[in-house]
């Protein structure tokens, strides 16, 4: 016989009001962090279909709704407290610690592709279920995502549950914006008494940085942060950028390369390695791989989640240090 179902502590729904005979508008239900639900849509139109018609709009004001905003949030994060490059099971992981716990800091999390979640969104060779190795369980627990527990593992039914819900909880906390589809072409730099630091990233939007070989004149933008988190991914063709680029700048000697895959060696390394490579710059997840020459763990996914978790508390032990010191 298998072992019992872990089911995270269950969570509070609205419940559907009572139809009446009177057109009622909505209730709405405070879900934290400024969003809000209704709780019914029985009764709004009544089921009469036919009828139905959406507010009149002009299209200048859809338009400005989003510039105007957009344009808001990228002088609000011109000037961050931690950016955090990626936004995979790692990057994730960490913003999410990072928000619940200090609330007061403005952290911005840098995207290349249009949809946040990196490799998370499936399992293993395009498969559904997500596998995460004891601990990592306690974090599964903590956002509210339910599993089967087989022992030495838990098993998420499908891998785009554990990613919506993480991104869901990172998206509506109001001190982090996900700039998605904008990609980091290089790191800030100021000299230190340790040759140099990372005081911030250089960003352009995705599509303008994979045309850098055939148009001309695409200068970047910037955003200053003193703490950077990169979570960029192994190598590949955005891969490990920050490290390969902590080569190119002769702040790091050689990458070590990614190993072959041993699961019981990779995660553990990872997650025990997870640390300020270069003042200012935290690696986590499997960028940290390229740097160390730490093995490949392959389709298990506990290591990233910890990983974050724990670039989060490196990142908050530095942060209030330099803060204490007036070292920005």
């Not at 508390?313 to 803060?323: G, I, P």
């Amino acid at each position: 016989m298998s072992p019992p179902s872990a089911v995270s502590p269950t969570q509070r729904s609205a419940e559907l009001a009572t139809p009446t005979t009177t057109k009622q508008l909505p209730v709405k239900v405070n879900l934290g962090h400024g969003g809000l639900q209704t709780d019914a849509l029985d009764g709004i139109f009544e089921g009469d279909w036919n009828s139905f018609k959406f507010d009149r709009i002009r299209e200048s004001q859809v338009s400005r709704a989003m510039t105007r905003r957009y344009f808001k949030d990228l002088d609000e994060y011109a000037e961050s407290d931690i950016v955090i490059i990626g936004a995979g099971s790692c990057g994730l992981s960490a913003a999410y610690v990072l928000g619940k716990q200090r609330p007061d800091l403005r952290i911005a999390i840098i995207e290349a592709s249009v949809s946040p979640g990196g490799g998370a969104w499936l399992g293993g060779q395009l498969f559904s279920a997500m596998v995460m190795r004891k601990p990592a369980d306690a974090f599964l627990r903590e956002i509210g995502v339910p599993y089967e527990d087989e022992g030495a593992y838990v098993v998420v039914k499908h891998a785009a549950l554990f990613t919506s819900t993480v991104l869901s909880k990172v998206l509506q906390m109001p001190n982090i914006k996900l700039f998605n589809a904008t990609c980091v072409e290089d790191l800030i730099t100021r000299p230190s008494e340790e040759g140099v630091r990372i005081a911030g990233v250089v960003t352009n939007w995705t599509l303008v940085a994979m045309h850098h070989d055939d148009q001309s004149c695409m200068d970047p933008n910037t955003i200053n942060a003193p703490l950077i988190i990169s979570t960029t991914g192994h190598d590949g063709p955005m891969g490990a950028f920050s490290v390969k680029r902590l080569v190119s700048m002769q702040r790091i000697e050689k990458l070590g390369g990614m190993r072959g895959l041993d699961m019981n060696t990779a995660e553990d390394a990872i997650v025990k390695n997870t640390r300020e490579i270069v003042p200012g710059l935290i690696v986590g997840g499997m960028e940290l791989s390229e740097v160390d020459g730490a093995n490949r763990m392959g389709p298990t996914f506990g290591a990233m989640a910890l990983s974050g978790v724990k670039a989060a508390e490196e990142a908050l032990k530095v942060f209030d240090a330099r803060k204490k010191a007036n070292d920005f």
